[in-house]
């Protein structure tokens, strides 16, 4: 039954992200008359940024049983002790994270694993790149790539910083 | 009247494309120990591949019906048809299946003290998309057409 409830939320999540990611690309694209690629690109890196964001607010303010994974962060430096890291792997995925609380167990599966998710997108961005470099267009090819992956990345650092100045200004800590 | 039938084909791929991760990922940590970046990559590439198919094929659909002298009302009625495949499969499934959000979110974590895993997971995540994109676009091409 849980795990009902939480497909569900996945599920509507990733309706909206696909959408949002569509209306999206469409006003950048047609609207605002940017190159395709570009606009997909945009699109990337807000969600890595706001992934960033979500993602430290629900661990700083939702979790219970202070393990996050963030405590060895830099983020969390000033917060905690150094040099404890609970588990070997940070990358596990999010839902699993909140096993003890339903209420962000579902917000994780809706907004991270399904809004964000949805709304982010690797297959349009190597089909766009495919596309460039079929038009002969290298260039824009490698720009794209190593563009997009390194500004996400620096886009997640910095939401991960936002959600560490709004969950400190709430009063709570990792 | 079209605008909103593209949008529910979008919306319907992209909960199948989000459920679709959500349980790849969660069969992954149970049937093996791999750290949570090696499914997301494996995601990541399969739904390049997908599209590089659904692209290739559709479109090749998309210009044969060109060519034919179909009945106007029945073309439309095809090329509808094939807009909405492409929304449902290409923008909505793939489109969510494949998520770039969680992958940066993953490289910022592995940046902190696993530096090697992180370049790993960058190149080979960018570099096998690409090949799986060619794959499937050459694939496609082969089955499309008929």
Known sequence: ?174 | MTFTLTMLFIMAGGSLGALARFLCQGLAARCTSWPGWIPVLIINVLGSIIIGIAVAWLSIDIKDLNLQNLNPATRVLEELALNEMMALIAVGFCGAFTTFSTFSLENYLLSIDKKGQMLLNMIGTTLLAYGGVMLGWFLGSLGGGS
């Open chain 1, 1 to 174: 039954m849980k795990l009902f409830v939480i497909m569900l939320a996945v599920g509507l999540g990733g309706a909206m992200g696909a959408v949002t990611r569509n209306l999206l690309g469409t006003l950048f694209h047609v609207v605002m008359g940017l190159p395709e690629y570009v606009a997909i690109m945009i699109v990337n890196i807000a969600g890595s940024f706001l992934i960033g964001f979500v993602f430290f607010c629900l661990e700083g303010l939702l979790k219970k049983d202070m393990e996050s994974r963030l405590q060895k962060t830099p983020l969390a430096r000033p917060l905690v002790d150094e040099g404890w890291w609970p588990s070997s792997d940070p990358t596990r995925p999010v839902v699993s994270d909140f096993k003890k609380d339903l209420r962000a167990e579902l917000l994780a599966a809706f907004i991270i694993t399904g809004i964000l998710g949805g709304m982010t997108t690797f297959s349009l961005f190597s089909l766009l790149s495919l596309n460039l470099a079929q038009s002969g267009n290298h260039v824009a090819m490698l720009i794209n790539a190593a563009g997009t992956v390194l500004l996400g990345w620096l886009a997640a650092y910095l939401g991960l910083i936002c959600g560490s100045r709004l969950t400190l200004r709430l009063g709570r800590s990792l």
